[in-house]
Nanobody, 121 residues
Framework: QVQLVESGGGLVQPGGSLRLSCVAS????????MGWYRQAPGKQRELVAI???????NYADSVKGRFAISRDNANNTVYLQMNSLKPEDTAAYYC???????????????WGRGTQVTVSS
């Protein structure tokens, strides 16, 4: 099994910044895509940003130019630097990872429990 633990959420004023972290631990042979999703009350979960194991990145249009995803492969960690935050960024942010447990196993999908980000004055 694999555990994903997020941290770094909180309350911030519009225009402010936050940095989210997600550490993966457990039975990990290889981490493929790691990413961040968010879900606001009454809305579906949506992609925020993804980081491929080879360094590729992809962002939702709504966060391009404001958010930056990065990863530390040696420590199985992915980060999300969020700048110029807006009230509409308020949501629970979830870490996602595609994990291969051993060289012989398939890739499995894991989620963290989420960290709340609230942007309000």
């Amino acid at each position: 099994q694999v555990q994903l633990v997020e941290s770094g959420g909180g309350l911030v004023q519009p225009g402010g910044s936050l940095r989210l972290s997600c550490v993966a631990s457990g039975s990990i042979f290889r981490l493929y895509n790691m990413g961040w999703y968010r879900q606001a009350p009454g809305k579906q979960r949506e992609l925020v940003a993804i980081s491929g194991s080879g360094g590729s990145t992809n962002y939702a249009d709504s966060v391009k130019g404001r958010f930056a995803i990065s990863r530390d492969n040696a420590n199985n960690t992915v980060y999300l630097q969020m700048n110029s935050l807006k009230p509409e960024d308020t949501a629970a942010y979830y870490c996602n990872a595609k994990v291969q447990h051993t060289i012989m196993t398939m890739v499995n999908d894991y989620w963290g429990r989420g960290t709340q980000v609230t942007v309000s004055s």
